[in-house]
């Protein structure tokens, strides 16, 4: 059974930044691409960030490209996106996200299919 579980959000004001980490277990983390959506209230889901399993490849979405970073440690099962400048427009529910196969492609077209209760960040203006 495959879990995800998403942390470090919080409250900060515009122009800080914040890491949120999350882990994957069920699955063998470092054969998978992983990926970053978030959601904000009323709004729908926006894919922000991949890397491929070896972190040769990284995809960002161009709202967050030169402002976030996502890494990942293989031998910790552990991801991260550093949010840095973040913006009052950051405000949302962060997901982390696994795709179905381990042959998907880490794009922008990558298609979540295991996420976790996600963390919620609030950027203060």
């Known amino acids: 059974q495959v879990q995800v579980a998403e942390s470090g959000g919080g409250l900060v004001q515009a122009g800080g930044s914040l890491r949120l980490s999350c882990t994957a277990s069920?699955?063998?983390?470092?054969?998978?691409?992983m990926g970053w959506f978030r959601q904000a209230p009323g709004k729908g889901r926006e894919g922000l960030a991949c890397?491929?399993?070896?972190?040769?490849?990284?995809y960002y979405a161009d709202s967050v490209k030169g402002r976030f970073t996502i890494s990942r440690d293989n031998a910790k099962n552990t991801l991260y996106l550093q949010m840095n400048r973040l913006k009052p427009e950051d405000t949302a529910m962060y997901f982390c996200?696994?795709?179905?196969?381990?042959?998907?492609?880490?794009?922008?077209?990558?298609?979540?299919?295991?996420w976790g209760q996600g963390t919620q960040v609030t950027v203060s203006s």
């Open positions: 996200m696994a795709p179905r196969s381990t042959s998907d492609y880490c794009s922008g077209s990558l298609n979540p299919y295991y």
């Open positions: 890397i491929s399993g070896n972190s040769g490849t990284t």
């Open positions: 069920g699955l063998i983390f470092g054969s998978y691409p």
